[in-house]
């Protein structure tokens, strides 16, 4: 059995679009999750390439789930594309294609960074750690556990990170413990870090039920800006679903 | 805090996996998902911006059951 997951990318593949996994996908790549039934892609929204997006979904034998219709226009606003497989190897599977996410840079600096995997012979591109957390950074419960578990899963397997990987950590940690730990173990970097997150100077003084209070307030607002970017494209999608009805 | 505290033996087991390991993982984990009857549609999201009835039906409201359409460029 080829996995629908390999069918689909394959089909992205034969058709050289450019994509990068992100979603659930990517979390199980590194290490922050075991199990997800779909698939979620960004994808570069210019004319050449969604012509090859729209081939690979018919080879696919792609329906379009919902709204909005894979366009330009709607991806470039922050829309979801929605569609699911029917062709024997993938069938049921379900595709979401984004091109812009909140608080991720443009398709093209993601790209710059992105991941290789090689499964049998194909190389699938993918978010790199950095970008996957920021598009998991929703107004929903589920993403942030993952967050957590994607940094403490990084933390605890690079015994020589460089800096780049601290700051990365310094910037997203959502675990007290490990960012106590951090201060004890980087202190310039993370007080170099404070002006961008006050809230390391709780870890600095291993204040540590201030500081979990802190990441708690911090993720708060996350998910209410969220909900605030989605507003918009909430009421676009109802005004869609009217004028069809 | 020392670094294996932060996660449990479960979970350090499946990050000593390569990547290409996990991958091998879950791809068996769903053939045996489906084996056992399990559904790919999407469980409800109350949270999510797609809590809308239409995005966890099986069918298409845009275009019915036909293929998606050819794309216009931007």
Redesign the interface.
């Known amino acids: 059995?080829i996995?629908?997951?390999?069918a689909v990318i394959n089909a992205f593949i034969r058709n050289h679009t450019r994509f990068l996994l992100m979603g659930g996908q990517a979390c199980?790549?590194?290490?922050g999750s075991?199990?997800?039934?779909?698939s979620d892609f960004c994808i570069l929204?210019?004319?050449?390439n969604?012509?090859r997006?729209?081939a690979a979904?018919?080879e696919l034998?792609?329906?379009?789930?919902?709204?909005p219709?894979?366009?330009?226009?709607f991806l470039?606003k922050g829309h979801?594309c929605?569609?699911?497989c029917k062709s024997s190897d993938a069938e049921?599977?379900?595709i979401d294609l984004m091109s812009k996410m909140r608080g991720c840079p443009p398709f093209n600096e993601m790209w710059q960074t992105r991941n290789l995997?090689?499964?049998d012979s194909i190389e699938i591109p993918s978010l790199s750690l950095a970008h996957l957390i920021l598009a998991k950074k929703t107004?929903?419960?589920?993403d942030w556990p993952m967050i957590r578990?994607l940094i403490?899963?990084d933390?605890?397997?690079r015994k020589d990170p460089s800096t780049e990987d601290i700051r990365l950590w310094l910037r997203e940690c959502r675990?007290p413990?490990?960012l106590?730990?951090m201060g004890t173990r980087f202190p310039d970097l993370m007080a170099a870090q404070l002006p961008a997150r006050p809230l390391l100077r709780l870890a600095l003084s291993a204040e540590e039920d201030q500081l979990n209070d802190a990441l708690i307030d911090e993720e708060k607002e996350e998910r209410r800006n969220d909900r605030e970017y989605?507003r918009p494209?909430?009421e676009e999608?109802e005004r869609m679903?009217h004028a069809?009805s | 805090?020392r670094?294996?505290?932060?996660?449990d033996s479960e979970?350090?087991a499946?990050?000593a996996?390569t990547?290409?390991e996990?991958?091998f993982?879950?791809?068996r984990?769903?053939?045996f998902?489906l084996k056992a009857g399990?559904?790919?549609?999407?469980q409800r999201?109350s949270?999510?911006?797609?809590d809308?009835p239409?995005?966890y039906?099986?069918?298409?409201?845009?275009?019915g059951?036909?293929?998606?359409?050819?794309?216009?460029?931007?």
């Open positions: 059995m996995h629908p997951i390999l199980v790549l590194y290490g075991e199990f997800t039934r779909d929204c210019n004319g050449e969604l012509s997006i729209a979904l018919r034998q792609a329906q379009p789930v919902f709204f219709p894979l366009e330009a226009q470039e979801a929605h569609f699911i049921g599977f379900r995997l090689r499964i107004q929903r419960d589920k578990r403490e899963n933390y605890a397997a675990s413990g490990i106590i730990d989605w494209l909430k999608l679903r069809r | 805090m670094v294996p505290d932060c996660l979970e350090a499946w990050y996996l990547p290409q996990r991958f993982q879950y791809t984990l769903l053939e998902y399990g559904s790919l549609a999407p999201d949270q999510s911006p797609f809308f239409e995005y039906e099986q069918k298409s409201p845009q275009t059951n036909s293929p998606p359409p050819a794309i216009a460029g931007p």
